[in-house]
């Protein structure tokens, strides 16, 4: 059974930072597309970046050049460095991976005031 499980998420004002863990407890980590996305309420979860076993990532045009992800194959945790925070990134947060299966975790809520 693949679990994954957020933390990190929080109110920080505009302009601010925070990171995102997400760790994974599943059998070979390294070898999952990990990826982090979001949902307010009323509207679709949308993609926010992804990163394969390889390493290589993708973003949303929406969050290029403020987000990074990264990942720790060692502890099976993967990682969103949210920095230059805007309202409009307030959102749940979910972690996913994807491998032959997609699994989500169950969301941290981020909270951007202006």
């Known amino acids: 059974q693949v679990q994954l499980v957020e933390s990190g998420g929080g109110l920080v004002q505009a302009g601010g930072s925070l990171r995102l863990s997400c760790a994974a407890s599943?059998?070979?980590?390294?070898?999952?597309?990990m990826g982090w996305y979001r949902q307010t309420p009323g509207k679709q979860r949308e993609l926010v970046a992804t990163?394969?076993?390889?390493?290589?990532?993708h973003y949303a045009d929406s969050v290029k050049g403020r987000f990074t992800i990264s990942r720790d194959n060692a502890k099976n945790t993967v990682y969103l460095q949210m920095n230059s925070l805007k309202p409009e990134d307030t959102a749940v947060y979910y972690c996913?991976?994807?491998?032959?299966?997609?699994?989500w975790g169950k969301g941290t809520l981020v909270t951007v005031s202006s």
């Open positions: 990163i394969t076993s390889g390493g290589l990532t």
């Open positions: 996913n991976a994807n491998l032959a299966w997609s699994y």
């Open positions: 599943v059998n070979i980590f390294s070898a999952y597309t």
